[in-house]
């Protein structure tokens, strides 16, 4: 009987692929833009990072700068979520414009001023008199920022008092070397030794400028205590997460870093 042929070997089936890994989807960053007042900077900052901390996925971008110049940039269509002004001046400008509904404003801070000079006091000031002697440089911020107008008050109420007399005002007056943008640039300018006095919140006298400057209370019946409004934008992009984030202001959290800060709260702190 003939022998019968093995079968023919067949090949193994190829081997598939293994799928490709997918990558996963970035997550996605929601970005709040906030514009606050430049005497807010050290704390909104921190705020910031303590409100992204607590809202994973959310980026606070801050713009800080005198109240007059933010009022001026919202009004003019810049993007903003939340404003946060200096005084309510502004923030009626911001509401008159349209982009902040009236009453929805909140008061969230107060603060108030203080004189300073550089520490080594090359004019010898010691008491608030001395900021008329003459030759005393002394800068303050513009009529239009909010520190500015509450120095001329403050200079306003002293002339009234026996004590300074009338000519106290117009003769401070006349020692002021620059009017600055906001209370940064006055801080600045003392710290550097480019004037002698200058007119600031107590707030802007953080830990790192106090060994740069000295300062000179200024009494409660020629002071001005500063009230800080805040409020959404009508048009903004993320109007929950704004609100959210002025909730979160007024919140204990919040208020006990604006007080560290040197600010005195409006809400449980």
């Known amino acids: 009987m003939a022998a019968t042929s093995a079968p023919a070997a067949t090949s193994a089936p190829a081997a598939t692929s293994a799928p490709e890994a997918t990558t996963a989807p970035a997550a996605q960053t929601t970005e709040l833009i906030v514009f606050a007042a430049a005497s807010l900077t050290g704390a909104f900052?921190?705020?910031?990072?303590?409100?992204?901390?607590?809202?994973?996925?959310?980026?606070?971008?801050?713009?800080?700068?005198?109240s007059q110049q933010l009022a001026q940039q919202i009004?003019?269509?810049?993007?903003?979520?939340?404003?946060?002004?200096?005084?309510?001046?502004?923030?009626?400008?911001?509401?008159?414009?349209?982009?902040?509904?009236?009453g929805t404003q909140r008061t969230f801070v107060r603060n108030r001023l203080v004189v300073i000079y550089p520490k080594d006091n090359p004019a010898h000031i010691s008491t608030l008199k001395d900021l008329a002697n003459p030759g005393t440089k002394i800068v303050i911020?513009?009529?239009?920022?909010p520190v500015g107008q509450y120095a001329l008050d403050f200079l306003a109420k002293a002339s009234k008092m026996?004590?300074?007399?009338?000519?106290?005002?117009?003769?401070?007056?006349?020692?002021v070397v620059s009017y600055?943008?906001?209370?940064?640039?006055v801080l600045s300018k003392v710290t550097l030794g480019e004037a002698d006095a200058g007119i600031v919140y107590v707030t802007d006298i953080s830990l790192d400028d106090a060994d740069k400057v000295g300062k000179l209370d200024i009494p409660?019946?020629?002071?001005?205590?500063?009230?800080?409004?805040?409020?959404?934008?009508?048009?903004?992009?993320?109007?929950?997460?704004?609100?959210?984030?002025?909730?979160?202001?007024?919140?204990?959290?919040?208020?006990?870093?604006?007080?560290?800060?040197g600010f005195m709260c409006v809400a449980a702190c």
């Open 45 to 66: 900052t921190e705020i910031g990072k303590n409100f992204e901390a607590a809202n994973p996925g959310t980026k606070v971008t801050f713009n800080f700068a005198g």
């Open 75 to 102: 009004g003019q269509g810049a993007p903003a979520d939340v404003f946060a002004s200096a005084n309510n001046t502004q923030m009626n400008v911001v509401i008159r414009s349209g982009e902040v509904i009236s």
């Open 141 to 145: 911020a513009a009529k239009a920022v």
């Open 162 to 175: 026996p004590e300074y007399t009338d000519t106290y005002s117009p003769t401070v007056l006349a020692n």
């Open 180 to 185: 600055e943008q906001d209370v940064k640039a």
């Open 220 to 261: 409660d019946n020629l002071n001005t205590i500063a009230s800080y409004p805040i409020a959404t934008i009508k048009d903004s992009k993320n109007a929950d997460l704004a609100k959210k984030f002025m909730d979160y202001i007024l919140s204990a959290e919040a208020q006990t870093v604006l007080v560290k800060y």
